[in-house]
């Protein structure tokens, strides 16, 4: 099932989320459906508080669903290493229309759980790495646009600003 996407500007987008704790048929709808609205958007990735849903959990598929076995459920995930550095042009499903180059590590280790609870530990260099640091940050109530210079920031903020004054946003 869709869930519908909140947009820069929602508390929930700015709110450090809560680890999970329960493995249960609640959790298991809420990847299915995050699953379903990362592939429907379509987008690589999807953190469980773009859903307005306050707790550790993203779904990553650099195929958007096209090659079987990429899909990435990360469940309380933590960096256990970051190395290098990747300026690429990167956007957000919660800041449609806004794109900008941000710093991000070029590989990436990452431990949590899987949806069944179990450890795992993932490794993403290029995209990959970039992706986990992108949906782990909004774990953290963080967005790209915080990670960039005060000006841009400040330009991409007032714009929204001024699209959801006229009811665009
Ligand atoms: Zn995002």
């Not at 042009?89 to 431990?111: D, M, Q, W, Y």
């Not at 963080?142 to 009811?167: E, H, N, P, S, Y």
């Amino acid at each position: 099932m869709l869930r519908p996407l909140v947009r820069y500007g929602h508390a929930s987008l700015q709110t450090p989320a809560k680890p999970v704790t329960t493995f249960d048929a609640e959790l298991d709808k809420l990847i299915d459906d995050m699953i379903d609205t990362m592939y429907a958007a379509p987008g690589i990735g999807l953190a469980a508080p773009q859903v307005g849903v306050p707790l550790r959990v993203c779904v990553i598929d650099l195929s958007v669903g096209k090659r079987g076995g990429e899909l990435l459920t990360l469940i309380n995930p933590e960096f256990v290493q970051r190395e290098g550095m990747q300026l690429e042009e990167e956007g957000c499903l919660s800041v449609p229309g806004f794109n900008a180059t941000v710093a991000r590590p070029s590989r990436a280790i990452v431990k949590g759980l899987n949806r069944l609870g179990e450890p795992q530990t993932v490794e993403g260099t290029g995209l990959l790495a970039r992706c986990f640091q992108h949906e782990m940050d909004h774990l953290d109530g963080t967005l790209f646009i915080d990670r960039l210079r005060g000006l841009q920031k400040d330009l991409i903020v007032r714009k929204i600003k001024k699209l959801a004054k006229a009811g665009k946003w």
